[in-house]
T-cell receptor
């Protein structure tokens, strides 16, 4: 089935700085979803990208789907302590199951 | 409250035992998915049900089984438990079997096998 690799695995960010996490696949993806899981919490759906080159914004979060639909990125500007958590990308695989990447764990230094 | 209800929240049991985890999907959602998340690990897909029927299976152990009932709630049964089964078990639901909808996750059941 389709698999996605997320990098980096860990991201230490100074509060106020920007950072980007990436999701890469060796195959073309029909769509990609992003989720956020706060420490001790459950994954929460953030967004879905479908079109080649698509860019969507949610306040300080910018999501992008690559032109070849093989990668995606999540960029967060002016990081805040509320951004702490693990960000997962996920892709639909055979049988409509959602396959998650390994996640990027974000730690914010105040 | 996400609308997906999982019980119990915590479960501590001994090796060799059997437990049942319960999930009530969000109102109107027909699909239920079960995921396992071990400590500091990603989310591993176990199984999917749609309107009472099994639709997809992941790397679910033979000791594990699940079902979805007519009222759409689902149960995940874990038997002959081993220490390595200790994990967070999440249930998620979605509006349709096929479609561009994100999953809504429950708060999870934390299983500790001692």
């Amino acid at each position: 089935g389709q698999q996605v690799m997320q990098i980096p695995q860990y991201q230490h960010v100074q509060e106020g700085e920007d950072f980007t996490t990436y999701c890469n696949s060796s195959t073309t993806l029909s769509n990609i979803q992003w989720y956020k899981q706060r420490p001790g919490g459950h994954p929460v759906f953030l967004i879905q990208l479908v079109k080649s080159g698509e860019v969507k914004k949610q306040k300080r979060l910018t999501f992008q789907f690559g032109e070849a639909k093989k990668n995606s990125s999540l960029h967060i500007t002016a990081t805040q302590t509320t951004d702490v958590g693990t960000y997962f990308c996920a892709v639909k695989a055979a049988g409509n199951k959602l396959t998650f990447g390994g996640g990027t764990r974000v730690l914010v230094k105040p | 409250d996400s609308g997906v209800t999982q019980t119990p929240k915590h479960l501590i049991t001994a090796t060799g035992q059997r437990v049942t985890l319960r999930c009530s999907p969000r109102s109107g959602d027909l699909s239920v998915y079960w995921y396992q998340q071990s400590l500091d690990q990603g989310l591993q897909f176990l199984i999917q049900y749609y309107n009472g029927e099994e639709r997809a299976k992941g790397n679910i152990l033979e000791r594990f089984s699940a079902q979805q009932f007519p009222d759409l709630h689902s149960e995940l049964n874990l038997s002959s438990l081993e220490l390595g089964d200790s994990a967070l078990y999440f249930c998620a639901s979605s509006a349709r079997q096929q479609g561009n909808y994100g999953y809504t996750f429950g708060s999870g059941t934390r299983l500790t096998v001692v």
